[in-house]
């Protein structure tokens, strides 16, 4: 067999000698991957199962999960855990959908000509959005999925959702279920019957049961079904953090609310804050608002192209890692380190004549870089280039270290990383230090080894 990449000639017992030892680990990684989808093939259909199970129970939801607690062998908060919750109502700057599509139709009225039909379409895509919010809501009420049509001939709003999600005693759920399939059967045997006297005893039927089951809902009070106060507490104190970062607990007690400003101190709400993981130094508190959290990696990116750096050690280990100061850096990076698992914090780092506090959120482990750079080269904009080097260098350390090539291409990535890094500064000691010159990086850049090391995986994979 004879490979050609690059008009080079690859030494074939060379390759054959890799390609057996790749087959021998390929074989090792199909059995691992096969037993772990056997796992997750148990654990769906076990969740299938669970899912069968309670959609038919409708006793107490206290016994219902003492039964999920001794059928599964864990503890009473653990079995809470596999009770359905209800999706969070999807919000339009603090506005519900209902309330934001009546306004649009209002402004709908002004309009005229293809800027009405846009803002028509607007409207029925927010209307479509609010039914599957609704259907996964009436999903959520695991003893009324096998009642689903019947629930939905009641009308159901959020407000009429969240009253049945919240019924917990089984008589009542009972008495419910019983009053849908009344009005199931009802609607059922008046569709088949001509107006008559037959027909309205089936509509008065169905009429009395659905006004039974309103009058239960009608017994259980708005209030019964809101936020705990402490939990409307904690969401307010999340959104003052994330909109003034920095701010102390004395601060955030004088913009409360007067009902919650009389209920609590600033000592209190310190312990509420730590309870609720706010990221505090020296008195001062910091919380990643959510948009941070759904594009965290866009925000590492950023920060690494920055303030952050990608390169390789003198014994082409690689690093990556990011710097910050201040008390807003150091928070900062504390909560980036909560998020993503990874990586070493290293805080108030004295550095340079004036003991500055440094902060440094670093990254050393291969497992940890591949993992980070996989999310963020990306987002990356200045050390895209850096990071696709390192990791090549990494995928080189991993599975060629044995190449007679390998340590010479770490040493050009080495000197790549090093040239990039360095190009644009004023100061080219580092470039000088090394022998760097750029005839020398053009060459480095023609020898990159991905295109030989995925078409060595590609034929693995294929036998």
């Given at each position: 067999?004879?490979?050609?990449?690059?008009?080079?000639?690859?030494?074939?017992?060379?390759?054959?000698?890799?390609l057996n030892r790749?087959?021998?680990?390929?074989g090792q990684?199909d059995q691992?991957e096969?037993?772990v989808?056997d796992?997750?093939?148990?654990?769906?259909?076990?969740?299938n199962?669970?899912?069968?199970w309670?959609?038919?129970?409708?006793?107490d939801?206290?016994?219902v999960?003492?039964?999920?607690?001794?059928n599964?062998s864990?503890?009473?908060?653990?079995?809470?855990?596999?009770?359905?919750?209800m999706?969070?109502e999807?919000?339009?700057?603090?506005?519900?959908?209902?309330e934001?599509?009546?306004e649009?139709?209002?402004?709908?009225r002004t309009?005229k000509?293809?800027?009405r039909?846009?803002m028509?379409s607007?409207?029925?895509?927010?209307?479509?959005a609010?039914?599957?919010?609704?259907?996964?809501?009436?999903d959520?009420i695991?003893?009324?999925?096998?009642f689903k049509?019947s629930?939905?001939m009641?009308?159901?709003n959020i407000?009429m959702?969240k009253k049945?999600y919240?019924?917990?005693d089984g008589?009542?759920?009972?008495?419910?279920?019983?009053?849908?399939?009344?009005?199931?059967e009802?609607?059922?045997s008046?569709s088949?019957l001509?107006?008559?006297?037959e027909?309205?005893?089936?509509v008065g039927k169905f009429?009395s049961s659905?006004?039974a089951?309103k009058?239960?809902?009608k017994?259980?009070s708005h209030?019964?079904?809101?936020?705990?106060r402490q939990?409307?507490l904690?969401?307010?104190?999340v959104?003052t953090i994330?909109?003034?970062p920095?701010?102390t607990s004395?601060t955030?007690?004088?913009l409360?609310?007067?009902?919650y400003?009389?209920?609590?101190?600033?000592?209190?709400?310190s312990?509420?804050?730590k309870k609720?993981d706010?990221?505090?130094?020296?008195?001062?508190?910091?919380i990643?608002?959510d948009e941070?959290?759904?594009d965290l990696?866009?925000?590492?990116?950023?920060?690494?192209?920055s303030?952050?750096?990608?390169?390789?050690?003198a014994?082409?280990a690689?690093r990556?890692?990011?710097?910050?100061?201040?008390?807003?850096g150091?928070a900062f990076f504390?909560?980036?380190?909560?998020?993503?698992?990874?990586?070493r914090?290293?805080?108030?780092q004295?550095?340079g004549?004036?003991n500055?506090s440094q902060h440094?959120l670093n990254?050393?482990?291969?497992?940890?870089i591949?993992?980070?750079?996989e999310?963020?080269?990306?987002?990356l904009?200045?050390?895209k280039?850096?990071?696709k080097?390192?990791?090549?260098a990494?995928m080189?350390?991993?599975?060629?270290?044995?190449?007679?090539?390998?340590?010479?291409r770490?040493?050009?990535i080495?000197?790549?990383?090093?040239?990039?890094?360095?190009k644009?500064a004023?100061n080219?000691?580092?470039l000088?230090?090394?022998?760097?010159?750029e005839?020398?990086v053009?060459?480095?850049?023609e020898?990159s080894?991905?295109?030989y090391?995925?078409?060595?995986?590609?034929?693995?994979?294929?036998?």
């Amino acid at each position: 067999m004879e490979l050609i990449i690059k008009d080079e000639e690859i030494d074939t017992d060379a390759l054959e000698e890799l390609l057996n030892r790749r087959k021998t680990a390929g074989g090792q990684l199909d059995q691992a991957e096969s037993e772990v989808k056997d796992i997750e093939e148990k654990i769906r259909e076990a969740a299938n199962i669970e899912m069968s199970w309670l959609q038919y129970q409708c006793h107490d939801e206290t016994e219902v999960i003492k039964d999920i607690s001794s059928n599964l062998s864990i503890n009473f908060t653990e079995a809470r855990e596999h009770i359905t919750k209800m999706p969070t109502e999807p919000l339009i700057e603090e506005k519900t959908i209902p309330e934001v599509v009546k306004e649009l139709r209002v402004i709908r009225r002004t309009l005229k000509g293809d800027t009405r039909q846009k803002m028509s379409s607007t409207i029925n895509h927010l209307i479509k959005a609010y039914t599957e919010h609704l259907d996964n809501s009436l999903d959520s009420i695991y003893w009324l999925r096998p009642f689903k049509k019947s629930v939905k001939m009641l009308t159901p709003n959020i407000g009429m959702l969240k009253k049945l999600y919240h019924i917990k005693d089984g008589e009542t759920r009972q008495t419910v279920i019983d009053n849908l399939v009344k009005m199931w059967e009802a609607d059922i045997s008046k569709s088949s019957l001509d107006y008559g006297e037959e027909y309205t005893t089936e509509v008065g039927k169905f009429k009395s049961s659905k006004k039974a089951i309103k009058a239960i809902l009608k017994e259980i009070s708005h209030q019964s079904i809101r936020k705990p106060r402490q939990k409307v507490l904690e969401d307010m104190l999340v959104k003052t953090i994330c909109n003034n970062p920095g701010i102390t607990s004395n601060t955030i007690h004088s913009l409360l609310p007067s009902s919650y400003h009389r209920s609590t101190t600033p000592q209190t709400i310190s312990k509420m804050l730590k309870k609720i993981d706010a990221i505090n130094v020296e008195g001062e508190y910091f919380i990643f608002s959510d948009e941070i959290k759904k594009d965290l990696f866009s925000y590492v990116a950023g920060f690494i192209d920055s303030d952050g750096y990608i390169t390789m050690d003198a014994k082409h280990a690689p690093r990556v890692g990011m710097i910050a100061t201040g008390d807003r850096g150091k928070a900062f990076f504390k909560e980036m380190e909560n998020q993503l698992k990874i990586g070493r914090l290293h805080l108030d780092q004295k550095v340079g004549e004036n003991n500055r506090s440094q902060h440094r959120l670093n990254f050393y482990s291969q497992g940890d870089i591949t993992k980070l750079l996989e999310k963020t080269i990306p987002h990356l904009r200045m050390k895209k280039e850096q990071g696709k080097l390192l990791q090549e260098a990494i995928m080189i350390k991993q599975n060629f270290k044995k190449e007679p090539w390998s340590k010479p291409r770490l040493e050009e990535i080495f000197k790549l990383i090093k040239w990039e890094n360095w190009k644009d500064a004023v100061n080219k000691d580092e470039l000088q230090k090394y022998n760097i010159q750029e005839a020398d990086v053009i060459k480095y850049r023609e020898n990159s080894r991905w295109d030989y090391m995925n078409t060595v995986d590609s034929i693995v994979k294929e036998d």
